[in-house]
């Protein structure tokens, strides 16, 4: 068979190749039909030789299937088989756990259904004697004796303390002044008085300059008035001169 060379193929070892003869096939004897087996008409040129190369088989098979998943694909799948695994585990190990307790229980209920094994003694046989019997002497009830009293215990009492009885202290009577005045001036030697209080003069008979002339203290004249200038030359110079000084205490 004849091929047309391709015009886009530059290369010229593509036109020296030889060609190949194909000698005809001889007609079929009347009656029958041409034979099945292909001729040299319906072949196909060799690979590499006037034609195109063959499709590459089909990979077949799970892991060329897995190969041609994409990447998300593949991470479920791979969750999916993870949790199989473990659910396999657990349901399998409940099983074994479930079978040891089964086990433990039908072995508690034989125990507890297998019979007591009960032995039965013989009585033994009692001789009865025909002795006499000996009178037992009845004994006598044992004399009571008296139990003491316990002797009570006196518990010492302390005396109560007398409650002290206060005595008020005796007030201290008040010292009253010359002419009751309520300062308790008098004329006991003790402090000299040189700023008598304003109402001085209300208890005691002032000469008419005494809160003029206040030099001095407080002395009482010769006729019985009171001068402020006690201990100044010229004091009761009016009234007879000085006679004595008045105090405080």
């Not at 009960?118 to 033994?124: H, L, Q, R």
């Not at 002497?137 to 009492?157: D, G, R």
């Not at 308790?184 to 030697?189: L, V």
């Amino acid at each position: 068979m004849y091929y047309p060379p391709n015009n886009n193929n530059n290369d010229p070892s593509f036109y020296n190749q030889p060609t190949r003869y194909n000698p005809p096939v001889p007609p079929p004897p009347p009656g029958q039909y041409p034979p099945s087996s292909p001729s040299h008409y319906g072949q196909y040129p060799p690979p590499g030789q006037f034609g195109y190369p063959p499709p590459p088989p089909a990979n077949q098979g799970i892991g060329a299937w897995l190969k041609r998943q994409k990447k998300g694909t593949k991470i479920g799948l791979g969750c999916g088989v993870v949790f199989l695994v473990l659910m396999l585990c657990t349901c399998s190990l409940a099983a074994i756990g479930g079978s040891k307790e089964s086990s433990a229980q039908i072995a508690a209920s034989v125990t507890q259904t297998t019979p007591e094994k009960t032995t039965t003694s013989t009585p033994a046989l009692t001789r009865v004697s025909t002795s006499t019997p000996v009178p037992t002497p009845t004994p006598k009830p044992p004399t009571p004796t008296s139990i003491p009293a316990p002797t009570p215990t006196l518990i010492p009492t302390q005396p109560s303390m007398p409650t002290p009885t206060l005595i008020p202290p005796t007030p201290t009577p008040a010292h009253v002044g010359v002419n009751g005045n309520p300062w308790g001036y008098d004329f006991t030697p003790g402090n000299l008085i040189y700023s008598p209080p304003a109402d001085f003069c209300t208890y005691f008979n002032c000469i008419a300059s005494f809160w003029q002339s206040t030099n001095g203290y407080v002395d009482e004249c010769q006729d019985g008035t009171y001068s402020h200038s006690g201990g100044v030359r010229g004091a009761c110079s009016h009234h007879g001169g000085e006679m004595r000084p008045l105090y405080s205490h």
